[in-house]
């Protein structure tokens, strides 16, 4: 069984910094990608940024591209989110997810994955 467990999500100040973890059991990051979503109230869940399992490679969603960084440790089971310059409109619950058939390549405009984590909340605000 695929498992994903976020953690990481605070309440920090506009301009501020968080690691959001992703601790992922039942299979090897070397076989799935991982996608970061986040959902705030009335909108729609959006892909924030997702990692592939055999390449690695990264995607990034525009509204966070050059302010988030997509990451894993293989030996830990964890992928990271690095989110700097923080701003109320990145205020949401934020998802991790499995997909096997992001093992070379992964996008960010869709919302299918194999298996979801619980969310952690990520609350910018003054």
């Known amino acids: 069984q695929l498992q994903l467990v976020e953690s990481g999500g605070a309440v920090v100040q506009p301009g501020g910094s968080l690691r959001l973890s992703c601790v992922v059991s039942?299979?090897?990051?070397?076989?799935?990608?991982i996608g970061w979503f986040r959902q705030a109230p009335g909108k729609e869940r959006e892909g924030v940024s997702c990692i592939s399992g055999s390449a690695g490679t990264t995607n990034y969603a525009d509204s966070v591209k050059g302010r988030f960084t997509i990451s894993r440790n293989i030996a830990k089971n964890t992928v990271y989110l690095q989110m700097n310059s923080l701003q109320p409109e990145d205020t949401a619950v934020y998802y991790c997810?499995?997909?096997?058939?992001?093992?070379?390549?992964?996008?960010?405009?869709?919302?299918?994955?194999?298996?979801w984590g619980q969310g952690t909340q990520v609350t910018v605000s003054s």
């Open positions: 039942g299979f090897t990051l070397d076989d799935y990608g």
């Open positions: 997810a499995a997909r096997q058939t992001f093992q070379y390549i992964c996008f960010v405009g869709g919302t299918y994955m194999d298996a």
